[in-house]
């Protein structure tokens, strides 16, 4: 029979059990088919009535009293299991729940906002491609050979001979002609990637909105009138802008856009006529249609707008940075 010192030497034996695996070892030990209780509870058949009665008592009272002991000691386990779990995640289960965050705006989402909707009330439909391109889509379809000096001259990411990761959304341009006939009115934003190591003024990854406008009759004044709108809208009041004449392969003539900001020009896009080459790329014919095209810096407009001094604040996800902007 078994008597009450197999209590403290189980409860000994559970202190020093680590693990659910041990814990489960020990159990079978003091609780199993063939430990000391049950070899215990078979040897109460052989007692007489009385004396059955008394020691079956004692014999139950102690393993219940086992019992106790091995749950108490799983919960344990558990809570000691949990707590290294947390720890390890890092996470301080002890911090007030009743921290309520209010989100804002990203600034490149509020430009974008307001972009859409000086584009809408344009009539331009919004138009998105895809950031892995094609060399074809990205350079041969806009008039920009493998040889051309201008492949060389943006530093392009590329993924492997014929695959990019595009260094302008103009070439959503040509993913739309090849599938919609002229009239088209379509503004393209999105991310594009240059192999520019990041400072204040460049970041390998930076925004871009496309303008693209082909039908039988866009002038070049449609093309100012056009950005005067966008960019005074934006802005909120009117702006001295320069056209300098440039170079880009997929228009032409081509034109760099300045608007006067605190006494000074700064760039803010391309633009530029369509060259007729790239209309007859994707089968339209250049002598009955024309249009004009427009690329500008969604970063460069955002950075004037709410004075942002360093590019890279917009891609840091700084919360202080960011929890500046105007609630949702
Ligand atoms: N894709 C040019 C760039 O990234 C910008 C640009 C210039 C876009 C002229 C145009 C354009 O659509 O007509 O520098």
Not at 20 to 41: P, T
Not at 141 to 160: E, F, K
Not at 202 to 225: K, N, R, W, Y
Request: aromatic fraction near 10%; hydrophobic fraction near 40%; proline fraction near 4%.
């Amino acid at each position: 029979m078994v008597d009450e010192s197999i209590i403290e030497q189980c409860r000994q034996e559970a202190e020093n059990v680590a693990n659910q695996h041990d814990l489960d070892q020990l159990k079978a030990k003091y609780l199993g088919g063939k430990s000391a209780i049950r070899e215990s509870l078979k040897d109460l058949a052989s007692l007489d009535p009385q004396a059955r009665n008394q020691a079956s008592a004692t014999v139950n009272a102690i393993k219940k009293q086992l019992g106790v002991i091995i749950h108490e000691r799983k919960t344990v386990l558990v809570e000691e299991q949990t707590a290294r779990a947390l720890a390890e995640q890092g996470l301080d289960t002890a911090l007030s729940t009743d921290v309520w965050r209010q989100g804002a705006l990203h600034p490149l989402t509020k430009t974008f906002n307001q972009l859409k909707r000086l584009m809408y009330s344009m009539g331009f439909d919004v138009a998105f491609g895809p950031e892995a391109e094609t060399f074809y889509y990205n350079f041969t379809a806009l008039n920009t050979p493998r040889h051309h000096p201008a492949v060389t001259l943006q530093d392009t990411i590329y993924i492997d001979d014929d695959q990019l990761l595009r260094s302008h959304t103009s070439s959503v341009q040509i993913r739309m002609l090849e599938k919609v006939k002229p009239p088209v009115r379509i503004f393209s934003p999105g991310r594009v990637f240059r192999a520019d190591t990041p400072d204040a003024t460049h970041s390998p990854c930076f925004m871009q909105c496309e303008g693209l406008v082909v039908d039988q009759t866009a002038t070049l004044s449609d093309l100012i009138a056009t950005l005067r709108y966008l960019l005074e809208g934006f802005f909120g009041q009117s702006l001295d802008l320069r056209f300098r004449p440039s170079y880009f392969p997929f228009t032409q003539p081509s034109f760099e856009c300045d608007i006067l900001f605190k006494g000074r020009w700064l760039e803010v896009l391309g633009c530029g006529m369509v060259h007729p080459d790239v209309l007859d790329n994707v089968g339209i014919d250049s002598s009955v249609y024309q249009g004009y095209a427009f690329g500008l810096g969604i970063d460069r407009l955002t950075m004037l707008r709410y004075h942002i001094e360093d590019i890279r604040q917009l891609y840091d996800g700084d919360l202080s940075f960011l929890a500046q902007g105007e609630v949702l």
